[in-house]
């Protein structure tokens, strides 16, 4: 199966700092999702992003594809940014494509 | 709330007791899916539904693991005779058949513990 690495596994920034995820995967995808999982374990999805580039407010990410990688930036960090970061991909055919496999994933602490 | 919903929330249970847990999806989704995430760990995929059928099984854990959703719309997923190592945290998520963004919208889990 595809293997999903993310770094750097923990990282603390001071509020209003800025930093950048990366997720690494061995096969090419067809589905790739970032997730954030707030202290009380809710999973909210941030992208959908097999591939380009896409912003949200503070949050971008970029896929590139033929290279195997997938980047998340947070800009102007707040507390409320704090949890941790998954990264998830699928390359099944159809419905299959959402079977996901998840990274360890990023624990980010922005502290005040 | 049009979130996806899970039930119960929490649930404590002796080794060797069944649990069952439900997942209400989003309404107008039709796809269904079940993952467990253990402590420090991302979610790791169990099965998933498109309507009523399940079109993959072959992940769930052990033959102790089922799941259904009779009638396309809610799921309950099954643990027989729980073991320890059950413990865990086990998500729902749901999505479109088609969706011009394709994300894939979880619930906020049931927390299992076998004591």
Known sequence: GI???????????????????????????????????????????????????????????TTVATERYSLLYISSSQTTDSGVYFCAVGNGAGAGSYQLTFGKGTKLSVIP | DTGVSQDPRHKITKRGQNVTFRCDPISEHNRLYWYRQTLGQGPEFLTYFQNEAQ?????????????????????????????????????????????????????????????
């Open chain 1, 3 to 61: 293997q999903v690495e993310q770094s750097p596994p923990d990282l603390i920034l001071q509020e209003g700092a800025n930093s950048t995820l990366r997720c690494n995967f061995s096969d090419s995808v067809n589905n790739l999702q970032w997730f954030h999982q707030n202290p009380w374990g809710q999973l909210i999805n941030l992208f959908y992003i097999p591939s380009g580039t896409k912003q949200n407010g503070r949050l971008s990410a």
């Open chain 2, 55 to 115: 079109l993959e099984k072959s992940r769930l854990l052990s033959d102790r693991f089922s799941a259904e959703r009779p009638k396309g719309s809610f799921s309950t997923l099954e643990i027989q005779r729980t073991e320890q190592g059950d413990s865990a945290m086990y998500l729902c998520a749901s999505s479109f058949n088609i969706s011009p963004t394709g994300e894939l919208f979880f619930g906020e889990g049931s927390r299992l513990t076998v004591l």
